[in-house]
């Protein structure tokens, strides 16, 4: 008889009820209902594994996180272009005026412009990089995708549909990180905000 | 032979951001005539349509790469062009990489990130001391 708890649903434990119920048959053991028994506890098994694949919520991953986390990325890449745009603005107003300056003095403020030139180069390899890691995303939501269609093919799954309830609590409700263009409110919004509470 | 400095290049790359250090680093070591092309298909027009004494370019673009272009440009069997000084500047840092990048013609890799320094040196590699 199966245990309650994560052992009943271990791989062992499904192989274990269909070798007995295969052997009960084979050897002729007229145990209708210790066969009846073990088959009902495979069905179990195999609807309490269809509720708990529903209730992942596996088709979340490519409808929802996934393009979560490549559109956080792509703002990841525009932020940093635009700021290193505002740096080499600068930069290059600093330069022009290295070469007013003249002499030693010029020569250095020309040496750290350079620098910060040559560092900004950041933006074209984490640029790279989060392409690696956007790449590795839509690797992943393909091969979910496909896992799911091969689950739902072969074990019927019940989907959940519907906004994933949010259950956090008190200050973690509160804390949603930097919201997309479009999504996020004004200074000038903030301010009025403010002054019509006041 | 002393360098030209007045020469035009071509700087190739599909991050504005890389395009606008590496004409400023450019620009410092004495080359104004620069122009820019974000991939290996703008790039190859510019190079049929006018005369560089260099090209400086990344890999890693959509629609053609760096590799692909330097593969189109010594394949031409065009005098004007096919010869071009040609610099591969890039992420790409894998062994297999720089063997193919040689083999397909290139005459110097300069691995991102890079100083200003390291720019001159590989130019001057190239083109002679200046």
């Known amino acids: 008889m199966a245990e309650s708890g994560k052992d009943a649903y271990g791989r062992d434990q499904v192989v274990k009820i269909i070798n007995s119920v295969l052997q009960k048959v084979e050897s002729g053991d007229d145990g209708r209902t210790a066969i009846f028994r073990e088959l009902k506890q495979l069905q179990k098994i195999i609807d309490d594994a269809r509720a708990e694949l529903g209730a992942a919520r596996a088709g979340d991953i490519n409808s929802k996180h996934i393009p979560t986390a490549t559109d956080e990325l792509d703002a990841v890449v525009a932020a940093t272009a635009d700021a290193t745009g505002t740096i080499m603005d600068a930069c290059d107003i600093i330069g022009d005026k290295a070469g007013e300056v003249g002499g030693a003095n010029g020569d250095a403020i020309t040496a750290a412009v350079t620098s910060i030139y040559e560092a900004c180069s950041f933006q074209d390899i984490t640029g790279q990089r989060i392409t690696k890691v956007v790449t590795t995303l839509r690797t992943i939501e393909d091969k979910v995708s496909k896992l799911v269609a091969v689950l739902s093919d072969k074990l019927p799954i019940e989907m959940q549909v519907g906004e994933e309830e949010d259950k956090r609590v008190g200050d973690e409700r509160l804390k949603n990180g930097p919201q997309m263009a479009g999504e996020a409110i004004s200074q000038a919004d903030i301010d009025k905000l403010l002054s019509d509470f006041s | ?130």
Do not use: H
């Open chain 2, 1 to 130: 032979m002393a360098v030209d400095k007045n020469m035009n290049v071509l700087i190739v790359d599909d991050y504005n951001t890389m395009l606008r250090i590496i004409k400023n680093l450019l620009k410092q070591l004495g080359f104004n005539n620069v122009d820019e092309a974000t991939d290996g298909t703008m790039a190859l027009e510019k190079i049929k349509a006018k005369k560089y004494g260099l090209v400086i370019s990344d890999w890693n673009m959509e629609p053609m790469s760096g590799l692909e272009l330097l593969k189109q440009v010594r394949g031409s069997n065009d005098n004007n062009y096919m010869n071009v000084p040609f610099i591969m500047v890039t992420a790409e840092s894998k062994t297999e990489n720089v063997i193919m990048a040689k083999q397909a013609g290139v005459n110097n890799y300069i691995v991102k990130p890079f100083n200003a320094e390291t720019l001159k040196t590989k130019i001057a590699a190239v083109l002679g001391d200046f």
